[in-house]
């Protein structure tokens, strides 16, 4: 599932690179109608390589840690941010018009490779 969020990512930049420099003006319609669609994508998958990196450094500190109340503040850390990441993972489905489930995700997933 990384590698096609990265896609994502990758497809979004490629789209506003385009846009900035002055694309051909029979495809600035669909250039701007697929940065539509995939702009909330694009700032969910941002939060959740955030949230990801949070987890990641969360986990390695706690290795090593011995002070019990930086221990208490990383474990609250960690646990708010598996709680969101959670959260981010399903809605993606919710941005491809007349989506009627988690079934979703892959049709809209499929659609960027």
Known sequence: MI???RKIQE???KIEDELA???DPSKL???YKERSRLTPLYENIQEFFALQ???DDAKLILETEKDSEMRRMLETELEESEDKIETLKLPLYEYEPGSQG???IKN???TIE
């Open 102 to 104: 988690p079934e979703q």
């Open 21 to 23: 420099s002055g694309p």
């Open 53 to 55: 990196k949070n987890i």
């Open 3 to 5: 590698d096609k969020l």
């Open 108 to 110: 809209i997933i499929g």
């Open 11 to 13: 497809k979004f930049l």
């Open 29 to 31: 319609k669909e250039l």
